[in-house]
């Protein structure tokens, strides 16, 4: 070998030794186009995965105002005491687990806010688990008082905040709690799995919270956390703002509403105010109630289950899902049914002996001596069986059922709620399949008064009353009036509906209605009790046994409407351990129509 | 030295080499501070002050070791060498143990790295046997003196233990061999048995290395343990993406998924791929590669054969550190704690660094030259 190629080969080698390097260098460079180019997408999906979270944020929940502003189901602002764990463990010394120290630190707190720590060392260490990005709620719903001590003696304490939420609140308690309903903890969103974590959201469960709660409830925000290694939380990437739900305007008047819960004070049944040029539901009460307000945020398994065991059934809504004879309250129906179908006439009169006999079956008035003689007019005065049992005979059980149900009796009323019964208006065909025969004119008899299977809520028999008030024209009871949209300022109006017109002869109608005003204004009228100064009331009472024949237990009803004149007002109410309408609801009711026309003086004592 | 000296000095330093070695710098103090980066209100740490510093200390060896002649250097081997392994004696013995390992020794407040050093006194001392008149390069004795020399500073690290470190000691070897001028053949025999020893090697290895090596071959194996880094550094790399995040914009680092006391050391490159990108990866490859070359050419001139021995050899070490770094990162290898020459945070590697490229300017300033 030459010196120079000896030369050459040592330069060669050292070529080879770069070359070497340089093809060492292009490996790296193909892995890291497959690292950042080829796969790079990949490796963002986990980059994401591990270091972003996604919360869904509940929207605030829409008020629900009465017909005159007066809020009774809004939000408040409740303040808490919330703890920011990713800062809290800048202060953590060492070897202390976070949950000690953050249990050191809320004991540090409560001591200085003077409040008990309501936070046990489990509900820490869940959070820690469960929910570290987002802060720890260390005192809910603080009261003013602590919320002036934390507002004083926090200031500074680093990663300790004041946070604000908004919690359902009824302002009246327990005013129309059965219309207003209750919320309770809703079920996780569908689109849940998109979401990391979810905060607490309310969902109606009974009433208008339930009905409405599309238009109630807001719709969730989100925001998308960073967090770190550790699961804290460490900046917020993104955030979708919550929306607020729609207020609602209802029908309701509080101060009505008052008055009929008033004149159920002590008992077990329910009063409606309806207003009959509208079908707006003025009032919606039933009795027993409960504070709508212990069920924010949820009510306490041992209340409910009192609730739930109470004989007296609070939760039960008697107003609409309550059905009851309506006994002598329906006689209008069948006046109306006899008078229309020309069978029975406005001057056929009937002796009532105290009895009507059929066959060999015998039929009593409530009067044990009798009426004397009847016509329809003192009939529906006296409320007097013999002449609706010979009514009713002579137009038939098809035209009674016929007129009832036109007048809305026997299906659910339509009204925005729910558990609107239907009652039940019997047939043949309903007789055939529930007792397994026929129809007999026995069942015609019991019809005819209201009583047998007939079966009517309050708020269907209310309906009746506003119906004749309003010269026949049905119209479907409403709560809701009107939905305005958050920030908006005005409300979009729901127009009111006529269901149908009854379409009997005005003199028929006008009848009806004047035997009504009877009931009331006449002195030997069965609803005299009712009487109210200065204002010509109309209306019917009704009583119906119920239980074991000669139990002497009985259901008082009383229907009415007033003014005569120009009827603005339409109320039927239900007590369902009474005497006799007459006695034991009309002067409930008296009470309920004397704050409704305030302007009539006191009549003094004397009723 | 005198001015027409200095001028001389200047005139035949290697400024492409020294320009990249400022901009790999400037790089490494860059992104050390994006490592400890937290957000504008919490300043990071001080780490890249402390890197400066380092750098600044660095420049003044590299000018000491570029002024100095190697071949009086050279004439010393054998005692630097035989400190060197003093110094590996001496971290067993009273070394500070830190991650399970005893690679530390504390003197006047600094935690200094015997075998950062060890490693130049190896290779300064096979380059200058192998360089001897005497020293046949086909003779096998000649491999058997030079395979104890390296030998012996390979074992001593082997057992600290800092396996990394060891193995980049195993190609420079192989290198200088080659430059000496040890035949084709052979070379290519070692390369081949030495593939044949990896079994046995595995047999050798401690237990936290055979984890390592496990890990590397399934990182899915313990996410939260071993492998941890491996993926987490993996998904920085790749995150970046062809154009990268933006200087200050990664993730991985500041939410602590990049663990914070490896950001700115052994994975600061995870660091810079993330920000960077694959554009940034390029360019800094690039860089290194310039910066390489800076070395060959220093051998390919040196006027001697201890010249060109000592300046592939340490050209080589660099080299592997530069490899088995940016391959760890990005999962072609297993996890060893070897830094970026440069561009990790470190002192001693630091002050090693910038010696070894200092030897080499020396050899590159006394280049052989025909006019």
């Keep these: 070998m030459s010196a120079r190629l000896a030369r050459d080969w040592?330069?060669?080698?050292?070529?080879?030794?770069?070359?070497?390097?340089?093809?060492?260098?292009?490996?790296?460079?193909?892995?890291?186009?497959?690292?950042?180019?080829?796969?790079?997408?990949?490796?963002?999906?986990?980059?994401?995965?591990?270091?972003?979270?996604?919360?869904?944020?509940?929207?605030?929940?829409?008020?629900?105002?009465?017909?005159?502003?007066?809020?009774?189901?809004?939000?408040?602002?409740?303040?808490?005491?919330?703890?920011?764990?990713?800062e809290l463990r800048l202060s953590k010394p060492r070897r202390v687990?976070?949950?000690?120290?953050?249990?050191?630190?809320?004991?540090?707190?409560?001591?200085?806010?003077?409040?008990?720590?309501?936070?046990?060392?489990?509900?820490?260490?869940?959070?820690?688990?469960?929910q570290l990005p987002l802060p720890l709620t260390a005192w809910r719903d603080l009261s003013e008082e602590s919320l002036a001590r934390v507002a004083e003696r926090l200031a500074g304490?680093?990663?300790?905040?004041?946070?604000?939420?908004?919690?359902?609140?009824?302002?009246?308690?327990?005013?129309?709690?059965?219309?207003?309903?209750?919320?309770?903890?809703?079920?996780?969103?569908?689109?849940?799995?998109?979401?990391?974590f979810q905060l607490p959201e309310w969902t109606g469960r009974a009433g208008l919270e339930k009905v409405y709660d599309s238009a109630l409830r807001g719709s969730a925000g989100g925001q998308l956390l960073r967090v770190d290694v550790a699961g804290f939380r460490r900046d917020v990437l993104d955030e979708q703002p919550v929306r607020p739900g729609y207020d609602l305007r209802l029908a309701l008047d509080t101060d009505v509403q008052r008055l009929a819960e008033r004149a159920l004070d002590g008992v077990q049944g329910a009063c409606v105010v309806l207003d009959p040029n509208t079908g707006d539901v003025l009032a919606l009460a039933s009795a027993p109630g409960y504070d709508l307000n212990a069920f924010v945020p949820a009510i306490p398994r041992a209340l409910w289950q009192t609730l739930m065991d109470d004989?007296?059934?609070?939760?039960?809504?008697?107003?609409?899902?309550?059905?009851?004879?309506?006994?002598?309250?329906?006689?209008?129906?069948?006046?109306?049914?006899?008078?229309?179908?020309?069978?029975?006439?406005?001057?056929?009169?009937?002796?009532?002996?105290?009895?009507?006999?059929?066959?060999?079956?015998?039929?009593?008035?409530?009067q044990t001596q009798g009426h004397g003689t009847v016509d329809m007019l003192r009939g529906i005065r006296y409320s007097c069986n013999v002449i609706f049992f010979r009514a009713g005979l002579a137009c038939g059980h098809e035209a009674i059922a016929d007129m009832a149900r036109r007048a809305g009796l026997g299906a659910p009323t339509g009204i925005?709620?729910?558990?609107?019964?239907?009652?039940?208006?019997?047939?043949?065909?309903?007789?055939?399949a529930a007792q397994r025969e026929g129809w007999r004119d026995g069942d015609t008899c019991n019809m005819a008064i209201g009583q047998g299977a007939v079966l009517a809520t309050p708020l269907q028999m209310a309906m009746l009353a506003a119906t004749l008030a309003a010269e026949g024209t049905v119209r479907r009871p409403r709560l809701v009036t009107g939905l305005r949209a958050p920030a908006a300022a005005v409300f979009q109006d729901i127009p009111p509906v006529i269901v149908r017109r009854l379409d009997v002869a005005p003199e028929h109608l006008r009848?009806?209605?004047?035997?009504?005003?009877?009931?009331?204004?006449?002195?030997?009228?069965?609803?005299?009790?009712?009487?109210?100064?200065?204002?010509?009331?109309?209306?019917?009472?009704?009583?119906?046994?119920?239980?074991?024949?000669?139990?002497?237990?009985?259901?008082?009803?009383?229907?009415?409407?007033?003014?005569?004149?120009?009827?603005?007002?339409?109320?039927?109410?239900?007590?369902?351990?009474?005497?006799?309408g007459g006695s034991t609801v009309a002067p409930r009711l008296q009470q309920l129509m004397q704050g409704l026309f305030p302007a009539a003086p006191a009549p003094g004592g004397r009723g | 030295m005198n001015l027409r000296a200095g001028r001389y000095w200047i005139g035949r330093l290697d400024w492409i080499m020294a320009l990249t070695t400022a901009a790999l710098v400037a790089v490494g103090v860059a992104f050390i501070f994006s490592a400890g980066w937290r957000g504008p209100d919490e300043p990071g740490g001080d780490f890249y002050r402390k890197q400066l510093f380092w750098a600044g200390l660095g420049a003044l060896v590299f000018i000491g070791a570029a002024v100095s002649d190697y071949r009086r250097i050279g004439a010393q081997a054998i005692w630097i060498y035989l400190l060197a392994l003093a110094g590996l004696v001496l971290v067993l013995a009273v070394g500070r143990e830190m991650y399970g390992a005893r690679r530390w020794i504390r003197l006047f407040g600094v935690n200094i790295q015997p075998s950062e050093f060890a490693k130049l006194a190896t290779v300064l001392a096979t380059a200058r046997y192998l360089s001897l008149p005497d020293t046949d390069p086909r003779r096998f004795a000649t491999m058997i003196w030079s395979g104890l020399i390296t030998g012996g500073a390979f074992l001593l690290i082997v057992v600290e233990p800092d396996l990394g470190t060891a193995m980049t000691l195993l190609p420079t070897l192989w290198v200088l061999w080659l430059v000496a001028g040890v035949p084709p053949r052979t070379l290519a025999l070692i390369v081949?048995?030495?593939?044949?020893?990896?079994?046995?090697?595995?047999?050798?290895?401690?237990?936290?290395?055979?984890?390592?090596?496990?890990?590397?071959?399934?990182?899915?194996?313990?996410p939260q343990g071993a492998g941890w880094n491996k993926i987490q550094s993996a998904i920085a790399v790749g995150s970046g993406g062809f154009a990268g995040k933006g200087y200050l914009k990664g993730t991985q680092n500041v939410l602590g998924f990049l663990p914070r006391t490896v950001a700115p050391t052994d994975f600061i490159f995870s660091v810079i791929a993330e920000e960077k990108g694959f554009t940034g990866s390029l360019t800094l490859l690039g860089l290194f590669a310039v910066w390489l070359g800076g070395g060959i050419r220093a051998a390919a001139r040196a006027r001697d054969k201890f010249g060109q021995l000592l300046a592939a050899g340490l050209t080589t070490l660099l080299f592997a550190h530069v490899f088995v770094n940016i391959a760890m990162t990005i999962g072609l290898l297993p996890i060893t704690g070897l830094p970026l020459p440069l561009i990790s945070y470190g002192g001693s590697f630091m002050l090693t660094t910038m010696l070894a490229l200092g030897l080499m300017q020396s050899v590159y300033v006394r280049r052989h030259t025909a006019d």
């Design chain 1, 511 to 580: 009848l009806v209605r004047e035997g009504m005003r009877d009931v009331v204004m006449a002195e030997d009228g069965t609803g005299r009790k009712l009487r109210v100064p200065g204002v010509t009331l109309a209306g019917k009472t009704g009583t119906a046994e119920y239980g074991a024949k000669g139990s002497g237990l009985k259901r008082g009803w009383m229907i009415a409407f007033g003014p005569y004149e120009a009827p603005r007002y339409a109320v039927a109410m239900v007590v369902e351990e009474a005497v006799s």
């Design chain 2, 192 to 222: 081949l048995s030495g593939v044949l020893l990896m079994p046995v090697a595995w047999l050798g290895m401690g237990e936290y290395q055979r984890e390592r090596v496990r890990v590397f071959l399934d990182a899915e194996r313990d």
């Design chain 1, 311 to 366: 004989p007296a059934r609070p939760l039960l809504h008697r107003a609409v899902a309550g059905v009851y004879p309506p006994g002598s309250t329906f006689k209008p129906v069948t006046a109306l049914a006899a008078l229309q179908s020309g069978e029975f006439t406005a001057r056929q009169e009937i002796s009532c002996p105290g009895y009507f006999l059929l066959g060999r079956a015998r039929f009593g008035c409530w």
């Design chain 1, 157 to 196: 304490e680093p990663g300790v905040d004041l946070d604000v939420s908004a919690v359902r609140v009824y302002p009246q308690a327990g005013l129309a709690c059965h219309a207003l309903g209750y919320v309770g903890r809703a079920e996780p969103a569908e689109d849940a799995e998109a979401f990391h």
């Design chain 1, 416 to 432: 925005d709620l729910d558990q609107d019964s239907a009652g039940l208006i019997p047939d043949d065909a309903w007789k055939r």
């Design chain 1, 10 to 86: 040592e330069l060669n080698r050292l070529r080879l030794l770069y070359a070497a390097m340089l093809a060492a260098f292009a490996l790296l460079i193909a892995q890291l186009w497959r690292l950042q180019v080829a796969q790079g997408a990949r490796y963002e999906r986990n980059l994401a995965r591990q270091s972003i979270r996604r919360v869904r944020l509940p929207g605030p929940r829409g008020a629900m105002l009465d017909r005159n502003g007066q809020p009774l189901a809004e939000n408040r602002p409740s303040f808490s005491v919330t703890l920011y764990l990713g």
């Design chain 1, 97 to 130: 687990s976070l949950a000690d120290h953050v249990l050191q630190v809320v004991r540090r707190l409560s001591e200085r806010l003077e409040l008990p720590s309501e936070l046990t060392e489990r509900d820490i260490r869940r959070h820690i688990q469960q």
